[in-house]
């Protein structure tokens, strides 16, 4: 056996990587289990040991009218009470920065006179606790969010609600000491109140002896119950506080009685005296008031008769005024038509003026071009005649006359020249008879006798011609004297003629010049005519108008009058007005000190009225620790985690134990040989399978403690803590959930070893002699897709390897498959929570509720002044919508009485303005549900919780009555539990007339960058008491729900590692179990990186195969989560947005690459030399 | 005179076991001509696979020199001993190291497709016998007809050199004749070195040179001039 037992160790050894997967995959669902499931007892045993170390009460008892000190003797004399400790209580307002801020002012728990413990004892977190007056602790949840400091003070207002502070407390300011918190108070809910908007934003603690109340406000009791022994969260405990609620019940009427015989009657007669006084004054005031509205009214109308007066006269001058207009505009046209008409006459004249002119012209320029032709006509003939005259006398006549004297002269030659011829021819002759004489003796020489004869004869003839000559020359000279006589006579009758002919011209010409003349003096007297008209024309124009401007001017000076008359009037109206409005102002003023002194007396009427009331309906209010907020969601709170812890990890162990079976059978089908030699040896198959029983066991065992260990150590610690953003309480007290333990590491270890064995005895059922021998390698087969021929040629030679190969080994197929798609579905399932969470703000605030601000208004308020702020609120334009609301809060008994819910019911004054902040619709449909006169609309979650369904008749408890109704409607919402109804049917159910008290305000988009401005300006306002604006709120909202993204991160993480592991081992199966393949291609000379491509081919396919079935898991995980996790006050949606499914998708894809990363060094070292060993 | 082919100088490998070292090759020297046949013999343990390893490209060496047709393989790194198993060695296995999941085909497929210059793998089929089972997954096939796959999808790759270890030890006497003889087949007419481990040295004269190793050392190199062929052979 020894052998044996080195055999497991050294197999330990030698597989480390399967056994340390084994081991870690144990550990993981163990440790995730185990630790989750701590979370939950362990958060409820830090409450029940905190309750009990801090003594926390059983029974608180209110009282609306205190206790005195009897009452306390009374309840101390009770069988059932153990101890009891009165105590003090008050709500104070501290305004800062305009906002008010409700405080609960608690005294400080004291030792109680009886048994000398301190009931409810806070836990001092830093500082110490007040130890004199004006000092105060503040609580831890509050001052961790907020700006103070200790040593820093709180001062409250003076008044609340017109009750002065110093009534009720000493001092008004505080000095914070130290920080704590208290049992009473274990959430981050401070409880309602009655003042301000009804909600308490954090307490404070001071010493007892701080508060001026004679009566305490609130007794707190521990009981037999708490002493019994039973946990407080058992049914046992409950019971019996049911039993003691009773009782002390019974003590609070009999109490009740004696308080309304003693005080109640004192307060009675305070409140008739007053009631007296506040008529008196009342009658007064108002008969002030009525004789300054008369006095007022009377000057009123004078004024308006007066008015009327002088608007009469001006109506008539304006009267008269028209008709002169009238008038004017008669004569404005009959001067026009005057005009108008001579104009015409004017022109007529000038147009026969002009034709005159043109007649004229015309004419003239007939005589002026005959007379220029005529002239010219003479003025030829005379040039001609002057020629004639200058050529006749200048040229003829001298010619002739030279001739003429040229002929004389020949005359006289020739006569000259007959003369001496006829001398000579005597001196010849004489000559001839005589002898010569010497000097002619040449001549006569030669011929002297014959020449001389000759000579005779020659001159006889040229005697003969000259006397011819002479007789030509005279007959010339005669004709030419008479030719020139007759030309001269000639010119003369030229002459003649033209002076004929220029005394006709002129004569002529004198005759057009005088006719012209005469045309010209027509014409002119015409002109002179044309101008006296243009001129009496003239004068008539200026002279109408003239006319007319003084008639106007007339006008002109009556509308002025007729002005100043108006402005007179305004001016005297104006003073009328004013004088009028002073003496409104003066009775306002008289009225609004009446209202103020009739105020007075009335608040002081409605005090004493009030404390009557209070006192006449007195009443205790017997409480157990379920009514303390948030103590029954503790036990809720670590439900719902629980729920979580449950689901997800059953789902995490169901995967670990898929890859446990894997890796198991595997391991056995390994050592196949060694099975068959230990059993040929003689080993019983006892002893054999012992080793892979061991082997398990030891790996799922560590597993399992490791995980545990690690897991209770860690995650219960986040969990809380993400829960002490909603909770105060001590330090986590961690409970081991042995059962838990022992559940989840039982499943672990059970699966592995049975897994284990079932494969080896498995094997053992072989003979040895098989055993021995290699077992046949799996088979080869056509796959399926193989005969879809089409398909099958067309894939590659590595893609159909791949496909065979994934078919081949269908059980890994399917076990990666399942855990790849586990790990998917988890992550989707982890964000799919948180998606479900973030959207819950955006559709509560974006879809259904749609405000901005809240104002509360102050109680004191009457109907009429309610009106009135609503009418101002209507006027703010900043506003898109204002509603008034009355939001009261009631509360719904469910689980037979033993949980309550508190919620708002919710009742809009005006209908249609309430449908545009208040979304009523169904969740699926979205179809408008309509709020009617009969019946409640109620929101989903709350109809869940309650159990109730549409309608359905619930009941429950609103201002303190009882009372039942119908749902009429189911309506969506995720933040918070709503009632709405209408304001008839709240008078139907309660009788009585609703009581608006809150203000809910929609700010239009331009203004929303100052809301805080308008809320600034609105706290002005006497009548609203506080203002809460939804982005402040939103932003604590979200951090509460950011809470819950811890849980998310974990669980993605888990889911995360879990991928790893799971596809880790599964790589590792693939890769143990194809060694000898691999080896052998990598002999072929595959490269490392062809090798695992060859690999992880089918790896990645599986991966993608999960991860894609895990989408629609990781979608119904979300939903299983969610509806898991469902608080009374939180209805989540079910929502997966896309993103989620592809990180989830995404995620797991980048773990198995991870795993490959990894596994490719463990391939890359496979030994080649394994391929040529022989088959094991 | 041929070439030699392959070249082993003085190559030692040893195996560290704890604080024993074992020389699996003690300093191995040797050459083979191009297109021998070439026969390893030696008993168990004497370093015959440790020099096919080493020749293979399978294993390394920690001292001296191989030379293969020319190339020093002696100090190549991891991805150039792959290129030089894929293009330059045919390995058959003593146990065939089929893919279960491939068909004969897609055996010799799953060699052929990461070479450059491979035979069609119908060819090396039916240059192999096996024409008629090609589709058949190894689980269908013989042990001779399997080592036959085996054979197919080394020669497909057109090796330089056909390794086999011991390819008839996991065979029956004929089956084993029959495989000795595709290989001698091969050897002759394709002209392939071929080098072939075994302990049985009955089957020596089929080689035209028979190495005998011991204990990590050649002991003889002979040249046989006469090769018989394998038929002659009774063992």
């Known amino acids: 056996m020894k052998a044996l037992r080195k055999n497991i160790f050294r197999e330990i050894k030698n597989t480390k990587s399967r056994f340390i997967s084994i081991l870690a995959i144990i550990a993981l669902s163990t440790g995730f289990f185990t630790g989750v499931k701590a979370s939950s007892p362990s958060m409820m045993e830090t409450g029940r040991q905190y309750f009990e170390d801090q003594n926390l009460m059983d029974i608180r008892l209110v009282s609306t009218v205190g206790f005195d000190d009897n009452d306390i003797r009374k309840i101390k004399e009770m069988d059932c009470t153990v101890d009891v400790m009165p105590s003090y209580m008050a709500d104070l307002i501290i305004s800062q920065d305009n906002i008010d801020t409700t405080v609960r002012v608690y005294s400080l728990p004291e030792k109680t006179d009886t048994n000398d413990r301190i009931i409810n004892e806070p836990v001092v977190v830093e ?164 004789d300054g509205i008369k006095k007022l009214a009377d000057g009123e109308k004078e004024l308006n008769d007066k008015l009327l007066e002088a608007e009469e006269k001006l109506a008539q001058g304006e009267k008269e005024l028209e008709e002169s207009k009238a008038k004017l505009s008669d004569g404005q046209k009959e001067y026009a038509d005057g005009i108008e008409d001579a104009k015409n006459k004017l022109a007529d004249a000038q147009q026969q003026y002009s034709d005159g002119k043109t007649a004229y012209s015309k004419a003239k320029l007939e005589y002026d071009t005959e007379i220029a032709k005529a002239q010219n006509q003479l003025n030829a003939a005379e040039t001609e005649y002057n020629t004639q005259y200058s050529l006749f006398y200048g040229t003829t006549k001298p010619q002739a006359e030279t001739r003429l004297t040229l002929l004389k002269t020949g005359i006289d030659l020739c006569n000259e020249g007959i003369d001496k011829a006829e001398q000579e021819i005597q001196k010849l002759t004489d000559r001839l008879e005589s002898p010569l004489q010497i000097g002619e003796s040449i001549e006569v020489s030669l011929d002297p006798d014959e020449k001389i004869n000759e000579q005779i004869d020659s001159l006889n003839e040229k005697l003969k011609e000259y006397r011819q000559k002479l007789d030509e020359y005279q007959k010339q000279y005669d004709e030419g004297i008479k030719q020139l006589a007759e030309g001269e006579k000639k010119l003369n009758k030229a002459k003649d003629q033209l ?87 003066k009775l306002a003023t008289g009225k609004a000190e009446a209202r103020t002194k009739l105020n007075e007396a009335e608040t002081k009427l409605k005090d004493a009225e009030k404390t009557i009331d209070k006192l006449q309906d007195a009443k205790w209010y017997v409480y157990d620790r379920d009514s303390n907020p948030g103590y029954s969601n503790l036990e809720e709170d670590a439900l719902r985690v629980d729920n979580v812890a449950t689901v997800f990890p059953i789902f995490f162990l169901l995967v670990a134990a898929l890859v446990c079976l894997t890796t198991m059978t595997r391991m056995v089908e390994e050592r196949r040989t060694e099975i068959g030699t230990l059993k040929a040896l003689g080993y019983s198959n006892l002893s054999i399978a012992a080793k892979y029983f061991i082997y398990a066991a030891l790996a799922a065992v560590a597993g399992s403690v490791i995980g545990a260990a690690i897991g209770i150590a860690t995650l219960p610690f986040i969990i809380i803590d993400t829960y002490s953003m909603m909770y105060t309480l001590p330090t986590t007290k961690l409970v081991i959930p042995w059962d838990s333990f022992a559940f989840s590491a039982g499943t672990g270890i059970l699966c592995t070893c049975l897994v284990a064995t079932i494969a080896c005895f498995g094997e053992l059922k072989i003979r040895p002699a098989t055993l021995m021998r290699p077992k046949a390698p799996k088979p080869g087969k056509r796959i399926l897709l193989e005969h879809i021929t089409p398909l099958w040629k067309h894939m590659n030679f590595t893609s159909k390897v791949t496909a065979r190969n994934l078919f081949r080994y269908k059980a890994r197929f399917l076990m990666t498959v399942i855990g790849v798609a586990g790990c998917t579905a988890l992550i989707i399932g982890g964000l799919g929570l948180k998606d479900s969470i973030t959207v819950i703000a955006d559709r509560q605030y974006k879809e259904i509720s749609i405000y901005d601000e809240i104002y509360a208004l102050s109680e004191a308020g009457t109907a009429d002044e309610k009106a009135y702020l609503m009418s101002q609120f209507h006027a703010d334009k900043r506003f898109s919508e204002t509603l008034l609301v009355s939001q009261n809060w009631t509360t719904f008994s469910y689980n037979n009485n033993r949980n309550k819910l508190n919620l708002r019911a919710i009742i809009g004054e005006n209908n249609e303005q309430f449908e545009k902040i208040f979304i009523l619709r169904d969740r699926q449909t979205h179809e408008k549900i309509e709020l009617d006169n009969n019946g409640i609309v109620i929101n989903e979650r709350l109809a869940e919780v309650i159990g109730a369904k549409l309608g359905d008749t619930v009941s429950f408890t609103l201002n303190d009555d009882p009372y039942t109704a119908k749902v009429t409607g189911i309506t969506e919402n995720y933040a918070g539990n709503f009632m709405y109804m209408t304001p008839e049917f709240y008078q139907r159910l309660t009788g009585k007339e609703t009581e608006y008290n809150i203000v809910y305000t929609q700010v239009a988009p331009e203004a929303k960058s100052n809301e805080r401005e308008i809320a600034n300006e609105w706290m002005q306002n006497e009548d609203i008491v506080t203002v809460s604006m939804l982005n402040e709120q939103l932003d604590s909202i979200l951090d509460m729900l950011d809470s819950l993204n811890v849980i998310v991160f974990v669980l993605v993480i888990c889911a995360g590692l879990l991928a790893v592991v799971v596809l880790y081992n599964l790589t590792n199966i693939n890769i143990a179990e194809r060694v000898r393949e691999i080896a052998t291609i990598k002999v072929l000379g595959f490269y490392n990186s062809e090798t695992a491509n060859y690999i992880y081919r089918e790896n990645i396919i599986l991966t993608i195969v999960g991860a894609g079935v895990g989408l629609p898991l990781g979608k119904l995980l979300a939903t299983f989560i969610v509806m898991a996790i469902q608080m009374d006050m939180v209805m989540y949606p079910q929502q997966v947005n896309f993103i989620s499914y592809f990180i989830g998708f995404a995620l797991t894809l980048i773990f198995s690459m991870l795993v490959n990363f990894i596994m490719y060094f463990k391939m890359k070292k496979i030994s080649m030399v394994e391929s040529l060993k022989s088959i094991e | 005179m041929m070439k030699k082919f392959v070249e082993f100088d003085n190559v030692y490998k040893r195996y560290k076991m704890g604080e024993v070292t074992i020389n699996a090759a003690n300093g191995v020297s040797f050459s083979i001509d191009e297109g021998e046949f070439a026969v390893v013999v030696g008993l168990s343990g004497a370093g015959k696979t440790t020099v096919l390893n080493i020749l293979g490209g399978i294993d390394s060496c920690d001292e001296g020199r191989i030379m293969v047709g020319g190339k020093d393989i002696s100090h ?150 006469n090769p018989v062929p394998i038929e002659q052979i009774e063992w």
């Open chain 1, 127 to 290: 500082g110490r606790l007040p130890q004199k007056s004006g000092e105060c602790v503040i609580e831890s949840y509050y001052y961790n969010i907020s700006d103070y400091h200790i040593g820093d003070t709180i001062k409250f207002n003076e008044k609340v609600q017109g009750k002065d502070t110093a009534d009720t407390i000493k001092n008004l300011e505080y000095k914070i000491t130290g920080v704590v918190y208290t049992p009473v108070h274990i959430t981050y809910q401070r409880g309602n109140t009655t003042v301000g908007d009804g909600s308490v934003s954090f307490f404070i603690m001071v010493p007892s002896d701080e508060f001026i109340s004679e009566r305490y406000t609130n007794v707190y009791v521990t009981t037999t119950a708490g002493e019994s022994g039973y946990s407080d969260l058992s049914d046992e405990y409950k019971e019996l506080i049911e039993a003691q609620t009773e009782e002390y019940e019974n003590l609070s009427k009999d109490r009740i009685r004696e308080f309304n015989d003693t005080t109640l009657k004192d307060a009675r007669q305070e409140l008739d005296d007053a009631k007296k006084e506040y008529a008196d004054k009342k009658a007064e005031a108002e008969k002030e008031i009525s």
């Open chain 1, 499 to 585: 002076d004929d002919a220029k005394s006709q011209f002129e004569e002529k010409k004198l005759e057009g010049a005088q006719k012209l003349n005469e045309a010209q003096i027509q014409l002119d007297e015409a002109q002179s005519k044309l101008d006296i008209g243009k001129l009496e024309y003239e004068t008539a124009m200026n002279t109408g108008l003239l006319e007319l401007q003084a008639a106007q001017t007339m006008i002109s000076e009556g509308e002025k009058e007729l002005e100043n008359g108006r402005s007179e009037l305004e001016k005297q109206k104006a003073a009328g007005l004013q004088a009028l409005k002073e003496g409104r102002e």
């Open chain 2, 76 to 225: 190549l790194g991891g991805k150039e001993l792959a290129s030089y198993r894929r293009y330059d060695i045919g390995f058959v296995f003593q146990f065939y190291n089929l893919i279960p999941n491939l068909t004969a085909k897609e055996n010799v497929e799953l060699a052929t497709q990461i070479c450059r210059n491979s035979m069609d793998a119908d060819t090396a089929l039916d240059s192999v016998g096996l024409s008629e089972r090609k589709n058949n997954f190894p689980s269908q096939l013989s042990g001779g007809e399997q080592q036959r796959v085996s054979i197919a999808r080394a020669l497909a790759k057109k090796p330089k050199l056909l390794l086999c270890d011991e390819p008839t030890g996991a065979l029956d006497y004929n089956t084993g004749k029959n495989i000795l003889k595709l290989l001698q087949t091969k050897c002759r007419e394709d002209g392939m070195t071929v080098v072939l481990i075994t302990h049985n040295s009955a089957i020596t004269p089929m080689a035209n040179r028979v190495i005998n190793m011991r204990s990590g050392k050649v002991i003889s190199n002979v040249i046989n001039p």
